[in-house]
């Protein structure tokens, strides 16, 4: 396990964590944002990279990606993006989220070389099933990058153990079946199947898709080690793009709101 990951799960507290497209509306805006929701506490930052096709997300972040990519941001502006973030804080873990395709192209060493240079601590790589990640998770296991499994409600016992086999850092849980930012989460169900899957792991169990408010936050990491949020957030860029400034005042006053959530 990366040792900033390690260490954040290792408090009691519950988790929040954030995502934002890296470079949505802009790298400038970008980095303004992350410091701004790294300023607030908040105890992981998830950075999604920008893909012209990503299945996993619904339109909001579907958006931002095609916002960035309109900008010309590609990986190397992501890890520029992450050095920057990494001169004023060198403790939150960060991950990087995206899809097999970039990171191939990229080249898995030269990518996971990158990650370490720059202080990637995780990757969520959506589309990239166990039985196919060898390549990436040789590579990652030996830079101590944490290759963080996805689990959804679909998930049955044995691909569940397949999924836990090379996992580290923590899971993912999905909290609905479908797209990022659509329905929320069945309470009751999303708790059964957490204590199944916690028989069966001691990783943490983060969930994430569909959690979308303070109230979602609350309710949702008092039986999980915590929670993503990254919608709201995305929406709250897309609706500010002519006034960068209340963006980012709206931003901070939302995760200061999510944080105390999970206090």
Do not use: W
């Amino acid at each position: 396990m990366s040792d900033r990951i390690k260490k954040i799960f290792e408090k009691k507290e519950k988790k929040l964590i954030t995502f934002t497209t890296g470079g949505d509306p802009d790298l400038d805006t970008s980095l303004k944002i992350l410091n701004t929701i790294i300023g607030n506490s908040i105890d992981i930052i998830e950075i999604g990279m920008p893909f012209s096709d990503p299945m996993a997300d619904g339109p909001t972040i579907q958006e931002s990606s095609l916002r960035s990519i309109a900008n010309g941001t590609n990986i190397n502006d992501i890890f520029n993006l992450v050095m920057k973030v990494r001169k004023h804080n060198k403790e939150i873990p960060i991950i990087l989220m995206g899809y097999y395709n970039s990171i191939f192209n990229f080249g898995i060493d030269n990518f996971t070389s990158r990650c370490t240079e720059v202080g990637i601590d995780g990757l969520i790589i959506v589309d990239l099933q166990p039985e196919e990640d060898s390549e990436l998770y040789k590579k990652t296991k030996e830079k101590n990058i944490d290759l963080i499994r996805l689990v959804t409600p679909t998930t049955d016992e044995k691909r569940l153990k397949t999924i836990l086999d090379n996992a580290s850092g923590f899971l993912y849980y999905v909290t609905i079946t479908g797209i990022t930012g659509q329905n929320s989460a069945n309470i009751e169900y999303l708790r059964k199947s957490i204590k199944i899957i916690k028989s069966y792991t001691k990783l943490p169990i983060v969930a994430g898709f569909g959690i979308k408010n303070r109230k979602d936050v609350e309710e949702i990491s008092s039986f999980t080690d915590g929670v993503v949020v990254g919608s709201s957030i995305v929406n709250i860029i897309k609706n500010n793009l002519h006034d960068k400034n209340n963006m980012i005042c709206e931003i901070d006053l939302f995760t200061k709101d999510l944080k105390q959530g999970v206090a």
